[in-house]
């Protein structure tokens, strides 16, 4: 069983900055990507970015490539989203997953641990 814990959510202006952190209890080899995922108010669920806990995979989704970076400190068990000139359609409820990989599109793989989530509001 793994279990998920964000934080760093918060209220910020258009062009602003926020980093999200998410710390796993675990970190099992039947869980090999960690990635990030929001909904925002009336929306289906989307993903964000996704990491590889082993070797150097990252997958961004087209909204977010150049201005959220995610990155990861094994050690601690930790992934990161580093969100750069936030807009405010980047407000939404932000999950963290924990999954199995499949293939080399990280979206696409098998999430089925998730973090309680963490509010990100950008005003305008």
């Known amino acids: 069983q793994v279990q998920l814990v964000e934080s760093g959510g918060g209220l910020v202006q258009a062009g602003g900055s926020l980093r999200l952190s998410c710390t796993a209890s675990?970190?099992?080899?039947?869980?090999?990507?960690m990635g990030w995922f929001r909904q925002a108010p009336g929306k289906e669920r989307e993903f964000v970015a996704a990491i590889t806990w082993i070797g150097s995979t990252i997958y961004y989704a087209d909204p977010v490539m150049g201005r959220f970076t995610i990155s990861r400190d094994n050690p601690k068990n930790t992934v990161y989203l580093q969100m750069n000139r936030l807009k405010p359609e980047d407000t939404a409820v932000y999950y963290c997953?924990?999954?199995?990989?499949?293939?080399?599109?990280?979206?696409?793989?098998?999430?089925?641990?998730w973090g309680q989530g963490t509010q990100v509001t950008v005003s305008s």
């Open positions: 675990v970190r099992t080899f039947s869980r090999q990507i």
């Open positions: 997953a924990a999954g199995q990989q499949i293939g080399t599109n990280l979206s696409r793989g098998r999430y089925d641990y």
